[in-house]
């Protein structure tokens, strides 16, 4: 029998309405609509009166309608509607756009509950497209319902311009009132235990709470359900995909990986070693690895996955390592081939396949590939092509992992004759509850400690807005560095003038150091910024090149080249140089228009440099105010180089996405109430409850509803989007 939360809205609700919702916020089933939980409350503390307004404050106000008055607009065809409210003190104006039908219900001497942002129109406070709701028009009752109201929670629920948040009250009261009891997916025993309402209690109070203390019981029980069903999920799915059979991959003594290891001229760091275990442990089995390591930028992730290669390589399998960009998938073919030494190398035979590769260069390369003879395989996207086959695929690793979408992971997997092991690497430290929600279904190894010889950076804010003249300092820092021959990197937003950063808000910020703003600010790119430098008298004599992704491969891979050999002496890039690129000398990273930035990736940037010897220099340009929000992610940065603190402050900063998927599957968001970056507690507790179930009950046969509700939270999207993860 279907679950009641299963029944079309249309069923619940009529065509009409149903078909409105589903078009504004995508609500399909009851229990859609159910789970759209109110964003907050208008207690009887808050119902705000007009005495009290501020402009962009939200409110909520009871007040009744003194008169209404329609105009035309003067710029743009249509009218304006404006209705005069009262609460008996003040007078406020709403006003409609083209919506001139609303004078037949907003007549005067109507009363009702209004809600929306105040705004100010010409130094006049108003409320634009408030949500309304109207009491009845009978004296006595209009009273009663007034006072009712006024005492009442009043859920403000996410609503849209053509589904108003009063309208979902309404649509959720018809649904409350004729669903039936519900199977709560938490045991009893955990409630019980918890003190928690029960599942069909906490969806009634939480859309029609008596009292202030209701929403926030249910909330609680709510919140918890959304943790352990997820948990439980992520849990059932990593059991899954441990019943596949894979290859177990075993160094030999005297292979590939024995070698290696006698030949590196360093000893490898406690984390390393211990990854390095765990990995050998996870593919010496013939469970398909599904392992994620994270690393600090420079702490030797690719060392780690270099000897997983080599032991696959050991038992005559292949390994396909998937990086997102040319310019560093070239850089770790280069970076294993010298790493491997002359003589490994020639057995191994490390290849490259990219998109840009001439015909005949890859026409080589995947033969190498299909014939086994190359046992690791370089990569960017190219490598999902069907052209491309392996002999014997036994390794995927997956570099800098948040670049890529899951269907491009799914489509290398299955190149191997049965389920390859899997090892996902990012350099993007991943704060725990983040690690145990998104990547629930993996093994999760940490590589903190960094490789012994490794100099501090130091790291400074040049704050453009309180101190404009530091700007020319910058290059006489850069210049300075150059004289005590090392190199550095500028970095930019932009390309040009026009070519704006995927993912980078339109441009707003400051000037480049040293160019006066004049005008529309201008946001920093390579073009001008190249320009400059090769003008400014400081940096006469210098080699000054621009590297970003619109180059073609070749010229590219030229630049990094002659980068590394110390050929070129400030490289102006856009972020292509993020993640992976190693060059010892270069100790100094500009990054211009630092607030364009996220905090991982600056942090990504800032590991550019103090890679050798050399102590690493960085300066975070920007021209944001203080106390604002991008400002306080380049402080952040700034003030640590600690990379789990860091992510930890980015998920405070920016919140967290989707968890299942659904913003690369376009479906909605799948967190309702949960919220990774303060729920850290919550999540490990029902995650440990959710294992003990699975681990005394596989199935779910003594657990039905947990079972029901699991299949409805992992719908088909999201069940691949895990599969695939």
């Not at 404006?82 to 039908?101: H, K, M, P, Y």
């Not at 910024?529 to 030229?558: M, Q, V, Y």
Request: proline content about 6%; glycine content about 8%.
């Amino acid at each position: 029998m279907d679950s009641p939360l299963d029944v079309k809205l249309s069923a619940a609700l009529g065509s009409r309405t149903a078909a409105a919702i589903e078009k504004g916020l995508g609500l399909a089933t009851v229990g859609d609509l159910l789970s759209h939980y109110p964003r907050r409350y208008a207690l009887r503390g808050e119902l705000t009166a007009l005495t009290q307004l501020s402009v962009d404050e939200n409110v909520t106000i009871v007040a009744e309608v003194l008169g209404v008055r329609e105009r035309p607009m003067r710029a743009k065809h249509g009218s304006i509607l404006e209705v005069t409210i009262s609460d008996g003190t003040e007078i406020l104006t709403l006003t409609f756009f083209n919506q001139a039908w609303r004078a037949k219900e907003l007549h005067a001497g109507v009363r009702g509950i209004f809600a929306g942002k105040v705004g100010d129109y010409r130094g006049t406070v108003q409320l634009a497209h408030p949500d309304y709701q109207l009491f009845e028009t009978d004296d006595a009752a209009s009273d009663e319902q007034a006072r009712k109201w006024a005492e009442l929670p009043i859920p403000i629920y996410p609503a849209t311009a053509t589904v108003a948040s009063w309208k979902l009250q309404k649509a959720m009261e018809v649904v409350l009132d004729t669903l039936p009891p519900l199977d709560d997916p938490v045991p009893g025993a955990v409630r019980a235990e918890r003190k928690l309402m029960s599942y069909s209690r906490a969806l009634e109070l939480i859309h029609r709470p008596q009292k202030d203390s209701d929403w926030g019981a249910a909330r609680k029980a709510l919140r918890f359900q959304e943790a352990f069903v997820l948990q439980a999920a992520l849990l059932e799915q990593r059991a899954i995909l441990r019943q596949q059979s894979a290859t177990a991959r075993a160094p030999k003594p005297g292979g590939f990986l024995e070698r290696f290891d006698a030949q590196i001229p360093f000893t490898l760091t406690g984390d390393q070693q211990k990854v390095g275990q765990d990995i050998a442990s996870d593919i010496a089995t013939s469970s398909p690895m599904n392992r994620l390591v994270q690393g600090e930028v420079g702490s030797g992730k690719t060392l780690v996955a270099l000897r997983a290669m080599l032991a696959v390589a050991d038992s005559g399998g292949q390994s396909a390592l998937l990086a997102p960009t040319e310019v560093l998938a070239g850089q770790h073919l280069r970076s294993i081939a010298k790493t491997l030494g002359p003589d490994l190398s020639a057995a191994i035979r490390p290849t490259l396949i990219t998109g840009q590769l001439p015909v005949a260069d890859r026409r080589k390369a995947s033969l190498a590939a299909v014939s086994g003879t190359a046992q690791i395989v370089v990569g960017t996207h190219a490598l999902m092509s069907e052209t491309v086959e392996f002999f014997d695929l036994g390794l995927v690793v997956v570099d800098e992992q948040h670049r890529f979408g899951v269907e491009q992971r799914e489509a290398l997997r299955r190149k191997g004759a049965v389920p390859p092991h899997v090892l996902v690497l990012t350099a993007t430290p991943i704060p725990r509850t983040v690690a145990m929600t998104v990547f629930g279904d993996l093994d999760v190894s940490t590589i903190a400690e960094l490789p012994a010889g490794r100099v501090p950076i130091e790291s400074f804010v040049v704050p453009l807005a309180e101190k404009p003249g530091w700007g020319s300092r910058v290059w006489e820092r850069l210049s300075e560095e150059l004289a005590k021959g090392r190199q550095g990197f500028v970095v930019c937003p932009a390309i040009d003038s026009a070519a704006i950063e995927p993912g980078l808000p339109a441009p707003d910020a400051a000037p480049a150091p040293g160019r006066p703003a004049t005008g529309a600010p201008v946001l920093a790119n390579v073009t001008d910024t190249l320009a400059e430098l090769r003008a400014n008298p400081l940096f006469a004599g210098r080699r000054i090149e621009g590297l970003h992704g619109r180059l073609p491969s070749e010229e590219k891979d030229g630049l990094m080249r002659a980068f590394a050999a110390g050929e070129i002496d400030v490289l102006v890039a856009t972020t292509v140089i993020e993640v992976g690129v190693d060059v010892p000398n270069a100790s100094t990273m500009v990054i211009l228009d630092a607030d364009r930035f996220g905090v991982s990736q600056l942090h990504q940037l800032r590991g550019r440099v103090g890679r050798g010897g050399v102590p690493g220099l960085c300066l975070m340009v920007t021209n944001a105010e203080q106390d604002t929000i991008a400002r306080e992610r380049v402080e952040a940065v700034a003030s640590t180089l600690d990379g789990f603190e860091l992510a930890q402050k980015d998920l405070e900063l920016r919140q967290e996405g989707d968890v299942l998927g659904s913003t690369q599957s376009g479906g909605r968001s799948s967190l309702r109430l949960l919220r990774v970056a303060k729920d850290g507690e919550l999540i490990s507790e029902a995650r440990a409850i959710a294992q003990s179930i699975l681990a005394s009950d596989p199935q779910l046969r003594q657990h039905p509803t947990l079972r029901t509700a699991l299949a409805r939270r992992l719908d088909e999207t999201s069940r691949d989007f895990l599969a695939k993860n």
